[in-house]
């Protein structure tokens, strides 16, 4: 092998010693992650910034994207967010649910509060970046246009103005797992936890195992987008709430595809949400971005094809089943970790459980959240495209008013 030039050792010597120095400057900062402060919680540090104590990238999904910015020169790779304006429109917590133990492990309860709570952090150099953000906005449904004209809902210039508009709180929420928690939650050992992950994402992530010290986790999977109906601030425990949980359906909740109850169950949750917003309660939707059951798109068209071309044809008895043969299992949406959203609102019981889903119910109340009634998809608004989905749903266990 050929001697390096005392030269070239004098250069690799330097940077080294930079490298440790900055190491030094920039260590981790502890994440624990119960803790009732956020100064003694500490901030999320995620990407390859030195004295990181998360594995992978804010906005993972998008990753590529921004890798493809950064190299071709459109986005400098220095850049730091000016998050100076950026401040929550609400303040929303905290709860005592945010430092209970087990209560919330799929997402930072702290993520909207970085500008202030960690200041002194962003001033130093360090990335803390939100991984939740709060606005204000607007709402033009069709659904509660509708039900202005046929006058289930009336306007009142507050909730609802004479056009239909609603006045929203919307959040946008980035996953961020606390890994010990999430494999506790599910009844395994972190370590086969850590170990699946990487073998699912063909090894994107190999810290996960060769890092164990580092127990948060950014998965690069879509968030979550809440729509607060109402005073978003949870002050009083009588609140009357209501709430669905609604799992992405881009062909039905964005185009009107009939295969499917879907946007009929959306648009009938915003019409429950907004008459208990009226009502002095609270409305909330959150919605999950786990396209297919959280088998994707691709998956899901295959699986519509598989049902129309059987040679017994598209029947109830065999919608699960079709998903099965193609996807391997019917359903992967692990609903025991959406249920966090409700704890970081502070909410401790649901009056009106908009939703049929026997899953997502046991999830809730399994998470020491009351339901007080739940309310199934009228009768009216299921088309006839989704007598199929919604005949096998209810033979699997889904909620029915009549048990039929």
């Not at 133990?101 to 909207?112: E, M, N, T």
């Not at 009226?278 to 691709?298: C, D, F, M, P, T």
Request: proline content about 5%.
């Amino acid at each position: 092998m050929r001697n390096q030039s005392p030269i070239a050792n004098d250069v690799s010597t330097r940077q080294e010693t930079n490298a440790y120095a900055v190491e030094r400057l920039f260590s981790p900062i502890d994440l624990c992650w119960h803790e009732a402060s956020p100064r003694e919680r500490g901030p999320i540090l995620a990407g390859s910034q030195p004295g990181r104590n998360t594995i992978g990238v804010h906005a993972g999904a998008f990753a590529p994207y921004r890798a493809i910015a950064t190299v071709s020169g459109a986005l400098s790779a220095s850049h730091s967010p000016a998050l100076g304006n950026t401040r929550p429109s609400v303040n929303i917590g905290p709860f005592p649910q945010w430092s209970d133990p087990g209560k919330i492990v799929a997402l930072d309860p702290w993520g909207h509060r970085v500008v202030d709570d960690f200041a002194a952090e962003i001033a130093s150099g360090r990335k803390v970046q939100p991984t939740i953000a709060v606005t204000d906005g607007r709402l033009m449904m069709p659904e509660i246009a509708n039900a202005l004209r046929a006058r289930r809902l009336v306007a009142d210039g507050s909730i609802v103005d004479s056009l239909g508009g609603v006045r929203v709180t919307k959040i946008a929420i980035e996953p961020v797992w606390w890994l010990p928690g999430i494999a506790e939650r599910l009844n395994i050992t972190e370590t086969a936890l850590r170990r699946a992950l990487v073998e699912a994402s063909g090894g994107m992530y190999p810290d996960l195992v060769a890092r164990p010290e580092f127990k948060a986790f950014l998965p690069p999977i879509g968030g979550t987008s809440v729509y607060l109906f109402g005073d978003p601030v949870l002050g009083n425990t009588d609140t009357k709430i209501a709430c669905r949980f609604h799992d992405e359906c881009n062909g039905s909740d964005v185009f009107g595809s009939d295969m499917c109850t879907c946007r009929s169950y959306l648009g009938f949750a915003a019409e429950e949400c907004v008459r208990t917003a009226q009502q002095n309660g609270l409305g909330i939707i959150a919605y999950n971005r786990k396209e297919g059951r959280a088998l994707g798109e691709v998956v899901k068209y295959l699986v519509y094809n598989a049902r129309r071309n059987a040679q017994s044809g598209d029947r109830a008895v065999d919608y699960f089943s079709r998903t099965e043969e193609v996807a391997g299992v019917s359903d992967m949406r692990c609903q025991e970790l959406a249920v966090d959203v409700l704890h970081w609102l502070g909410v401790t019981r649901v009056d009106a459980w908009i939703s049929m889903s026997n899953h997502k119910r046991e999830a809730v109340v399994s998470a020491g959240i009351e339901i007080v009634k739940q309310v199934e998809l009228p009768s009216n608004l299921i088309g006839s495209g989704a007598l199929v989905e919604i005949s096998a749903k209810k033979a699997s266990g889904y909620f029915t008013e009549t048990g039929a």
